[in-house]
């Protein structure tokens, strides 16, 4: 009987193969007396496509899927496990197509270990619109994995609303991964039952249903918690924190601000964070002063804590709030907005914090004086001065911001402050002459402070005598006759740095005349009658670095010819020529002496001191430290040089081993101020191509991610300078220039202690301090800096 039953199905297929149109009334005949012939037919079918090609194979799947039937599925399913691909991928094929059969008794086979799980899931997935979403959901909490996901996909494209009882009701399951499935599945039914339902799964124990559910309703309409759902802000996981924040947002709900309070008090700063990037898209001016007046109850760290967040992460809709809150009737109000103006530090607020420094409030008054010294706009020093005149609180305050926006033109106001009753006022007024004397009037500031070196009040004793310490070095005579010199270098030449001097007008005129060739200088040509060729140092980024002999002062000096790049651009010209404006008044020891800015020849250059040297690079090398002694004495007069540059009111932005110049006796200066700031339009380091200027693996975080920088981010340069001369390495190297920048924001680089165990543990936490990525828990100052340096010098030195 099977023999017969192979001989005809043999002429049967034979006949179909040669008709090919399979719904054509004769080969409809064939096939149902194939099915007919029951198991026989289908075994002959497998037989036949295991011996065809790729092309016969596909007509003889066809011809099975229409002879498969309910009696002989079974057989079918048994070809599954053939030892040939092609037979496997054909039969899957005929299983998914068929019609004559109840597709569902294919779930069964799941359970058999005996039959291949993912061709049985492709046929099932061809099969999705006849199986019953009940006995597949059954199925799938049965299945690893990889099934489980086919079954659940099968079910989200089938469920209808009225699976929804059914699948609500599996919510409650103790199976993880078939629950977040569900809940993925559920979010498609956009119905108040399935959003309530969705809503109590945020309250789960377990990370990755809370994921699930806020996820489903970050794509769904409906009426939501606010309470359950700001309070996910404070979730452990950062995901669900992130999702967390990006459905409140998306639903706007009027009660939102008072909700986030929870979340801007928590310890977590995560937390804090979420609550601000909230705010940053739908705060308002009312939102905030309900904010704050829901804060002003709490201790004092709790609301410095939340204001911090506030004034670090809050974006410009933040902002703007804020500076609407500055003339609020609340003096608690008030106080807030201005200490988030205060560490904010944006330009957009001078005007509202001048306004500020005549609050009748001395607190709010101070603190504005504070933030439009951080600011550093000059437009604040009118409101500075005049705070000189009025309640004596607040004068301190003044002093400090006229101390870092002015010059030597206001000395002559703040020498009257000296011999004032208040002590606060004596200390920041001899700090303030310390800081904004030039040589035109130190000895007059010497004389006046120099009374109180014998002051009773030991506070202002030691103000007098670090004021004389810093006037000594800046204006010995040696200094003095350094300066003097620097007039000489820059009488006859076409200086860019006169104060009202026009660069744009130089920019773009510099392509009229001929421009000189300085790749074909030869040694002793002399250029504009003055400087004599000796030869080329090196050429960089920025420019090419020449020696010349000066003939009007007989001494070499370094001019420094800008690339035709950087020349061309007129914005990053004039931040450059205001920057060289400030870096030519610093006159010490440990910096580089730029000497002027030029325009000769068509070209622009830098004039400067000629200081024979190699770089600290040269010293750090081969993952080798340096002698913690050799170290430190580096650190410290790199330090004593970028205390007397932040005092000048200059900030490096490029601090780097490139930088450090140490001649052979060990003398170290500093060099290349203002070349970073000039070439960027805000304080990040990236140009408008996209390109970093400097070495990222000295970069403060703040300044790679474009936030405003002070002397704190010169602060963070020098202590991964010290990390790596102490270990032979920079803490963050690794990767390309992004991968780098992105170490520094996460700052988590190993203890210097713990790269080499030469280092003191203490001078491993100094360091460490330094590279903190809050600048806050920085030093304060390169001058406190120096000092704890100083603790690790040998005693001999």
Excluded at 567 to 577: G, I, L, P, Q
Aim: proline share 3%; glycine share 6%; net charge negative.
């Amino acid at each position: 009987m099977n023999l017969l039953g192979g001989v005809r199905s043999t002429r049967l297929i034979e006949k179909l193969e040669v008709w090919r149109d399979l719904d054509s009334p004769e080969a409809k005949k064939a096939v149902d007396k194939l099915r007919s012939l029951g198991g026989s037919g289908i075994k002959k079918l497998i037989g036949e496509i295991e011996s065809s090609d790729r092309k016969r194979a596909r007509v003889l799947a066809d011809v099975m899927s229409r002879v498969i039937s309910d009696k002989t599925v079974h057989q079918a399913v048994k070809g599954l496990d053939s030892d040939s691909q092609k037979v496997t991928s054909a039969v899957a094929w005929a299983l998914g197509h068929g019609r004559r059969f109840n597709p569902n008794v294919l779930l069964d086979y799941l359970r058999k270990d005996t039959v291949p799980k993912a061709p049985l899931c492709d046929a099932l997935s061809h099969q999705k619109g006849r199986l019953d979403v009940r006995r597949v959901l059954t199925q799938a909490y049965q299945q690893d994995s990889t099934e489980k996901a086919v079954l659940f996909r099968i079910v989200a494209e089938t469920a209808g609303e009225n699976d929804l009882p059914e699948l609500i009701g599996r919510l409650t399951g103790k199976d993880i991964v078939a629950r977040a499935h569900i809940i993925d599945i559920l979010s498609r039914f956009n119905t108040r039952e399935v959003y309530h339902a969705l809503q109590e799964q945020l309250k789960d124990s377990n990370k990755l249903i809370r994921q699930a559910a806020i996820n489903a309703i970050g794509r769904m309409d409906g009426e939501p918690d606010m309470e359950l759902l700001c309070g996910l802000l404070c979730d452990p996981d950062l995901d669900v924190q992130n999702k967390a924040v990006e459905a409140i947002v998306r639903h706007r709900h009027p009660d939102t601000v008072r909700y986030l309070i929870v979340a801007l008090k928590d310890d977590s700063e995560y937390s804090r964070r979420a609550a601000v990037e909230v705010l940053n898209e739908i705060a308002d001016p009312r939102s905030i002063k309900d904010l704050l007046e829901a804060l002003s109850d709490d201790d004092w760290w709790v609301r410095a804590r939340a204001t911090d967040a506030l004034a670090k992460i809050g974006g410009p809709r933040v902002v703007n709030a804020v500076l609407e809150l500055i003339k609020d009737e609340n003096e608690d109000i008030r106080r807030a907005a201005i200490e988030i103006l205060n560490a904010t530090r944006d330009e957009r607020a001078v005007k509202k914090l001048i306004e500020a420094t005549i609050d009748e409030d001395w607190w709010v008054r101070e603190r504005a004086a504070d933030a439009l010294a951080e600011i550093g706009d000059a437009r604040a020093l009118p409101a500075l001065l005049k705070m000189l005149e009025g309640d004596s609180r607040s004068i301190p305050t003044a002093i400090r911001g006229i101390a870092k926006l002015g010059d030597e033109r206001h000395v002559p106001r703040l020498l009257k402050l000296v011999p004032h009753p208040e002590r606060e006022v004596q200390i920041e007024a001899i700090d303030a002459l310390a800081r904004l004397a030039d040589s035109s009037v130190a000895d007059q500031i010497r004389e006046t402070v120099g009374i109180h070196l014998e002051n009773q009040d030991k506070a202002v004793r030691q103000a007098a005598i670090a004021a004389i310490k810093s006037l000594d070095e800046r204006f010995s005579p040696s200094q003095i006759a350094e300066a003097r010199k620097q007039e000489r270098f820059a009488e006859p030449t076409r200086t860019l740095l006169v104060e009202g001097r026009e660069v744009g007008a130089f920019v773009q005129g510099g392509g009229v005349q001929k421009q000189l060739d300085i790749t074909t200088l030869e040694s002793g040509d002399v250029i504009e009658g003055r400087y004599k060729f000796i030869r080329k140092i090196g050429k960089g980024a920025f420019g090419t670095v020449l020696l010349m002999t000066d003939q009007v002062v007989e001494e070499n000096l370094i001019l420094k010819f800008l690339n035709p790049n950087v020349a061309s651009d007129e914005e990053m010209m004039k931040r450059f020529v205001h920057e060289l404006r400030y870096s030519r008044k610093i006159t010490h020891k440990n910096v580089i002496r730029i000497y002027d800015f030029l325009f000769m020849g068509g070209l622009y250059a830098i004039s400067m001191e000629y200081f024979p040297s190699h770089t600290l690079g040269d010293e750090v090398k081969d993952e080798q430290p340096l002698e913690i002694s050799t170290a430190m004495r580096y650190g410290c007069d790199i330090a004593t040089g970028m205390a007397v540059a932040h005092h000048a009111g200059i900030i490096h932005r490029d601090l780097k081993p490139a930088n450090i110049l140490i001649n052979d006796e060990g003398l170290v200066k500093i060099v290349d101020f203002g070349v970073a700031a000039a070439s960027s339009s805000g304080d990040t380091q990236l140009t408008k191509t996209g390109y970093v200027i400097g070495s990222p693996k000295y970069m403060a975080p703040e300044q790679i991610l474009g936030k405003q920088v002070d002397e704190k981010a010169d602060i963070y340069s020098l202590g991964i300078i010290m990390y790596e001369m102490i270990t032979g390495i920079p803490p963050y190297s690794r990767g390309d220039h992004m991968s780098v920048m992105y170490q520094h924001v996460q700052g988590k680089a190993k203890r210097a202690h713990e790269v080499n165990e030469a280092v003191p543990a203490e001078l491993s936490e100094c360091v460490a301090r330094c590279m903190s990525v809050d600048k806050s828990k920085r030093y304060d100052s390169m001058e406190q800096l120096r000092e704890e340096f100083k603790r690790f010098l040998p005693a001999e030195v």
